[in-house]
């Protein structure tokens, strides 16, 4: 059974009286304005290669757009090491670690157990071993999951990151739902779609959830709303980012996954407005690039 939502706010209602999106070329991207009325999350996952500048482009991005930073995954190349996160991730990305909620991926565990990732984001970064938590913001509820199923001892049913995963959702009924890791369900890029993390998919829709945002494939991705077993649902579905355009070198796409909206290799981050009736997002690419991905949508239990 779906959780129903609280009733929105009627200035908000009035704001919002249709959903809209594009994906069109733009004479100019630059950070919006923020006002304060509803909280940002704003990051990207695959993020600081030592053989390359790119994060230090992305991370220029992150000093116009306010809110909490978020990592998907991959945070340091090529091995997660504490030379890695000292010289290429703490000069880029670190310079915003106050106000960063990190997830963790399979080049942070290149390093035994992840110490070093741990070890840099501390207690942002959940229990050590474990790497799965959960934050508020407004009145959404954050969920952070670790895909790296062989390190925290599967991500199947009866595991202990899905058994916390129920018992956090059930504490937390009634918030809109977003949760983010590194490995996403659906894919079109070069790595693909990780059947491994479908059982968080599953209890993420039981649960209302709105939004998942992944890494792992260096691309940017948008898909429509779906269910767990990649059907098409607008009424209840789940809307999927991949967003590994952190820093990390770019790669081809190497399928069409269904549902897949929009499909882009640019270096960037991904901008989330989170409201108490819906959401806007944002992708906001380096340099000169003339390319965007916006749109605003109501949360699944938004009036008409």
């Known amino acids: 059974m779906l959780i129903h939502r609280r009733p ?6 009035a704001l ?68 890695g996160f000292r010289r290429c991730y703490d ?3 670190g310079r915003y670690k106050a106000r960063t909620r990190p997830a963790a991926g399979n080049h942070d565990y290149e390093a035994p ?15 050590p071993g474990e790497g799965w938590y959960s934050y508020d913001l407004g009145t959404w509820h954050i969920v952070v999951l670790n895909s790296d199923c062989a390190a925290v001892a599967g991500c199947g049913p009866g595991s202990p990151q899905v058994d916390w995963l129920r018992q956090d959702l059930a504490r937390h009924a009634g918030a809109h739902i977003l949760a983010y890791w590194h490995h996403p369900l659906f894919s079109s890029g070069s790595h693909g779609s ?12 039981q649960a209302g959830a709105e939004l998942v945002l992944n890494g792992h494939d260096h691309d940017y991705e948008r898909f429509a709303r779906q269910d767990a077993s990649g059907r098409l649902d607008n009424r209840h579905g ?33 901008e989330l407005t989170l409201r108490t009736d819906g959401y806007s997002w944002r ?16 949360t699944h239990a938004a009036p008409p």
């Open 113 to 127: 157990g992840a110490g070093p990732y741990f070890a840099y984001f501390g207690a942002a970064a959940g229990v």
């Open 194 to 205: 990780s059947s491994s993390v479908r059982t968080f998919w599953k209890v993420l829709y």
């Open 8 to 13: 929105a706010a009627a200035l908000l209602v």
């Open 91 to 93: 000069p880029t990305w």
């Open 283 to 298: 992708f906001v690419p380096v340099g000169r690039t003339i390319w965007t991905d916006t749109g605003s949508t109501r």
């Open 238 to 270: 789940i809307r999927e980012f991949v967003v590994g355009t952190g820093g990390a070198p770019l790669r081809p796409r190497a399928s069409e996954a269904p549902n897949s909206r929009t499909f882009r290799r640019v270096h960037g981050v991904l």
């Open 16 to 83: 919002m009286l249709a959903s809209t999106l594009s994906t069109s070329p733009v004479a100019a991207v630059s950070p919006a304005p923020f006002t304060g009325a509803a909280p940002i999350l704003v990051g990207a996952g695959d993020i600081a290669d030592c053989a390359t500048d790119s994060a230090r482009a992305t991370a220029r991005l992150l000093g116009h757009i306010p809110g909490t930073v978020i990592t998907l995954g991959d945070n340091v190349y090529p091995s997660g090491s504490a030379s």
